[in-house]
């Protein structure tokens, strides 16, 4: 039997298959159907969520980064689901030691999800001045509204990102205001939060 042709192909899968034409710097993420990057990136600004900074051991010291796309997966077993970049540093740490810290940021922590947002900040300028410790062999950062250490479950690469699932293994909980990402600016909320939890 011939294999379709990319026709064919398209019409039955929803986008086209690479072809020699190409050529060697073809990337197919551009050639997805459906809204371009700057409407899907529009509609995603539109999404609140909290801040948090994802830290790991990497062979020189400790790793981490600013996410926002953090979420409760499971409670039994205790699952959390992260969503970090391609090729970053952090997430190449995580697959290795396979191991990692989620911590949520208070409101008043900007200054440090800036930091660890910056891409131009080397590791060792993101942690400088951040007081912390190792849990289960994973940098935490102290200050934060609450954090988890987990342990690397599944990886999967979606597009332009990695899910990656931990299992909690530790875990801490204060009380304060989140920092909160929404519309591509910082933001805190305004009403009542429930008091110091241990």
């Given at each position: 039997m011939n294999p379709p042709s990319p026709l064919v192909a398209e019409a039955a899968t929803g986008h086209r298959p690479a072809t020699a034409a190409d050529g060697p710097g073809w990337d197919p993420l551009d050639a997805e159907p459906g809204p371009d990057a700057a409407r899907c990136l529009g509609l995603y600004a539109k999404l609140a969520a909290g801040?948090?900074?994802?830290?790991?051991?990497g062979p020189d010291g400790p790793l981490g980064m600013t996410v926002s796309a953090v979420t409760s997966l499971s409670a039994r077993p205790p699952l959390l689901l992260a969503c970090l970049r391609n090729g970053s540093r952090t997430?190449?740490?995580i697959r290795g030691n396979g191991s990692f810290a989620v911590h949520l940021?208070?409101?008043e922590q900007s200054g440090l999800a800036a930091r660890?947002?910056?891409p131009a900040a080397t590791a060792a300028e993101r942690f400088a001045g951040a007081q912390g410790r190792q849990v289960l062999g994973v940098p935490v950062l102290s200050g934060a509204l609450a954090w988890t250490v987990?342990?690397?479950?599944?990886?999967r690469r979606y597009g332009d990102h990695h899910l990656v699932v931990g299992?909690?293994?530790?875990v801490h909980v204060g009380g304060g205001r989140p920092l909160l990402w929404h519309d591509r600016r910082f933001g805190t909320l305004t009403g009542a939060t429930g008091g110091e939890a241990g």
């Open positions: 801040v948090t900074v994802v830290t790991a051991r997430l190449t740490a940021l208070r409101e660890f947002a910056d987990c342990l690397l479950s599944d990886v299992r909690v293994a530790a």
